[in-house]
């Protein structure tokens, strides 16, 4: 198996493991929308954002769901300002089309230069609480989180994210620069694997590691809070349960005594 496909199965199990069925997801580069169906099976009930810049790819999502309540479709590209962007197209490989040129695979993939809009995630949500962020732009994605502060800094969302040398340093930006934003809002750094297996997150070093040699291209970060208090294999949704079961035995004992005949 690939390496990409299994970054896909690592997501869709976070996914599984964070989001409840009243959560919000959203998807930043929904490309063919992939995650979208695994989001609206895994919370139905939820408030769920999917962007898209490419005309053709974005047409195709707002068909897909134009009758769904619950999914809107931007065509748009996530940054940390409002207006309009030159974007390149990568014809060959669409997936590998970014606001700005990164190193290809197919050094002479066809590309043409568009015009889409850009917009902050703040601005478009609101103040959602969104539960999971999966964040895949081709190295735009710390203009994203930039664009997303008050997001992560009032909801810590689970957030998913692709970063990698040959186009994230196409923006100027490295390793240490996300881990920074994200250590400011409280998060942790982890590859993916070691998010699911509940490990400690990266260090510096050994993020900038992971990135340079490189090891991963897509990592994840969370809450810095205690795994003792909420241990990650749980997910959210068997927490809410037992919380739900626990307040409602405490409902029925005190019933109880107040119906029960006295002694």
Same mark, same amino acid.
């Given at each position: ?20 069925? !009243? ?7 929904? !490309? ?82 568009? =015009?889409?809009? =850009? ?53 100027? !930006? ?28 990266? =260090?510096?070093?050994?993020?900038? =590691? ?54």
């Amino acid at each position: 198996m690939d390496l990409e496909s299994i970054y896909d199965q690592q997501t869709v199990e976070l996914m599984r493991r964070t989001l409840a069925r !009243h959560d919000s997801f959203v998807d930043v580069g929904c !490309h063919e929308g992939r995650f979208m169906e695994e989001a609206l099976a895994i919370a139905p009930r939820g408030r769920h954002f999917g962007f898209e810049p490419l005309p053709d790819y974005a047409s195709k999502l707002r068909k897909r769901y134009a009758g769904h309540p619950k999914v809107t479709i931007c065509e748009a590209a996530l940054s940390d300002v409002e207006g309009q962007a030159k974007f390149v197209y990568n014809r060959d490989i669409p997936s590998h089309s970014g606001l700005r040129e990164r190193t290809y695979p197919l050094p002479d993939a066809r590309r043409e230069t568009i =015009t889409v809009r =850009t917009l902050r995630l703040d601005d478009v949500i609101g103040h959602l609480a969104v539960a999971m962020l999966k964040i895949d732009v081709e190295g735009a994605e710390l203009l994203v989180m930039r664009g997303a502060t008050r997001t992560i800094a009032e909801h810590k969302p689970v957030i998913v994210f692709e970063f990698g040398l040959g186009a994230a340093d196409h923006y100027g !930006h490295g390793p240490r620069d996300v881990f920074a934003f994200l250590a400011d809002h409280g998060m942790g750094v982890f590859t993916l694997d070691a998010m699911l297996a509940n490990q400690a997150p990266l =260090t510096l070093p050994e993020f900038e =590691t992971q990135y340079f040699t490189p090891k991963n291209y897509y990592f994840g970060a969370r809450s810095h809070t205690p795994r003792q208090a909420t241990p990650w294999g749980v997910g959210r949704a068997s927490l809410r349960g037992r919380a739900a079961a626990l307040i409602k035995l405490v409902a029925s004992r005190t019933f109880l005594r107040r119906v029960a005949p006295s002694r």
